[in-house]
């Protein structure tokens, strides 16, 4: 899927609790630090080469609410102290299209790739019975805390990843 846009709006969407200001907070950032954008009112945004990439934290409160986000690309959020549990109420109510991506954060309260590897089958899972899961939806391990501990492996390298999956969309 390419966007044909100057302007595109990302939706980081979870439960409370999984992540999304954290992720938004280093994100904004590197994008402060590289002089390419910084924080904004619910998230950041990156501008470069005549695009400005609006990444914006939502809960699934939000649609409670009566609020529809508008999102040009979703990615979910998924803690994994708690898993997609949530998801499984949850998603089939929003009325998403699709799903471009998932960043299952907080692999560093989790000692055992079995486990990890199991909240990726069960969201998965949950993404397919809900038809928002494509050939191409990524899916990216990673840790806030360690990305604002500088900490490479699960930090910044997920963090990398995660925009390269976005620029991939556009």
């Known amino acids: 899927m390419a966007l044909n846009k100057s302007a595109v709006t990302v939706r980081f969407l979870g439960g409370s609790g999984a992540g999304q200001s954290g992720l ?12 390419v954008g910084g924080a904004v009112p619910g998230g950041c945004v990156f501008r470069m080469k005549g695009l400005e990439l609006r990444l914006l934290e939502t809960h699934f409160d939000d649609f409670k609410r009566g609020e529809a986000p508008q999102a040009d690309l ?7 102290d708690e898993g997609p549990f949530e998801l499984y109420e949850e998603l089939p109510a929003l009325g998403l299209e699709r799903v471009e ?60 990843q995660l925009l390269k999956a976005i620029v991939a969309r556009m």
Do not use: H, M
């Open 74 to 80: 979703w990615f979910l959020v998924v803690g994994l």
């Open 24 to 35: 938004l907070d280093r994100l904004a950032y590197i994008a402060a630090r590289g002089g």
């Open 101 to 160: 991506g998932v960043f299952l954060n907080k692999c560093d309260i989790i000692d055992e790739d079995e486990l990890i590897d199991l909240v990726r089958l069960d969201t998965r899972s949950v993404l397919e019975e809900n038809g928002l899961l494509s050939p191409d939806t990524v899916f990216i391990t990673g840790s806030v805390a360690f990305a604002a501990q500088v900490q490479r492996r699960a930090g910044i390298e997920a963090l990398e």
